[in-house]
């Protein structure tokens, strides 16, 4: 557990994108990060009638959010400072670059431990996210801190794997599990097992999506490619999920195997063949929907 986590969580509060930029960005539900990395660097009409940057969300503004946020929680933390540095940081820097350098600018600014910051951090997420949408675009401004966590974490397991967690049930952590993954592949996998059981959705799509050997946006994760059982043993938990967000993370986390390991991910996508479960059929009938078995 975070320490602190349970209390003194305040409202999620803060701007969300236009009417117009959350259409844009629904995108995301059904090709991912691919369309996103072109959205965000293409600019789109404001309502008022200006150029609008979605890659210009993630700097000042960005940091000034942040920094209102924690400030709330951790007063000591050196609100105009950390904002006056992210801004004369981030100027040129792309979309990916910029979520990297506010959550390196975080680490450097924020007095005190990793362990420290991390439950200021947790505490200002807010509540949890309901639906299935809204991560990017309700939720955007967490993006830095599960870089953050990523970055700064690994000797701190328990206490980031709970994070990533926290993380996922408003934004997403299926970038930051991925270093976990790597360094503590059994230990990572005991936690993921309890996510795909889980009765959050948000946390059994972090089981599969998180697991991805080819995740767009993301470093290959081959610890598994030539013995995929433990990760097909995840996808067996979660392969009748009901909920979509969850069925087409699994489809295409079975379309991503049939790339790296083609073999076991066409002989378990045979033997799934088999049920009578219609959740079961349409994520086999996603995944390969573009090939031939």
């Not at 920094?67 to 933390?77: E, G, L, R």
């Not at 600018?105 to 951090?121: C, D, N, R």
């Not at 946390?203 to 998180?210: I, M, V």
């Not at 066409?266 to 390969?288: F, V």
């Amino acid at each position: 557990m975070i320490p602190g986590f349970a209390s003194s969580v305040i409202p999620q509060g803060g701007p969300s994108f236009s009417a117009a930029n959350q259409a844009n960005l629904s995108v995301l539900y059904n090709s991912k990060w691919t369309i996103f990395a072109n959205f965000v660097h293409k600019p789109a009409l404001h309502p008022m009638g200006t150029n609008y940057s979605i890659t210009a969300q993630f700097g000042k503004a960005l940091a000034i959010l942040l920094a209102d946020k924690i400030a709330t929680i951790a007063p000591q933390f050196p609100s105009e400072r950390f904002v006056r540095d992210v801004a004369g940081s981030i100027i040129e820097k792309t979309y990916t670059q910029r979520v990297a350098l506010i959550a390196d600018k975080l680490h450097e600014h924020f007095p005190g431990t990793y362990q420290t910051a991390l439950t200021v951090f947790m505490k200002i997420l807010g509540p949890p996210n309901p639906n299935e949408t809204g991560m990017f675009t309700h939720y955007y401004w967490i993006l830095p801190i599960g870089k953050f966590v990523e970055k700064y974490g690994l000797d701190h397991f328990q206490l980031s794997m709970d994070a990533i967690a926290e993380i996922t049930r408003r934004n997403t952590g299926e970038y930051a599990v991925r270093p976990y993954i790597r360094k503590y592949p059994e230990a990572s996998l005991a936690i993921i097992r309890r996510w795909a059981s889980s009765g959050d959705f948000h946390l059994r799509r972090l089981a599969s999506e998180g697991l991805r050997p080819k995740l767009p946006w993301a470093p290959k994760l081959d610890t598994f490619n030539h013995h995929p059982q433990p990760v097909f043993e995840v996808l067996e938990m979660l392969k009748e999920d009901n909920v979509t967000f969850v069925k087409k993370s699994v489809a295409n986390h079975l379309t991503d195997w049939l790339k790296v390991n083609n073999g076991a991910a066409t002989a378990l996508i045979r033997q799934w063949a088999a049920s009578t479960n219609p959740h079961t059929q349409w994520i086999i009938k996603r995944a390969t929907r573009k090939i031939t078995l």
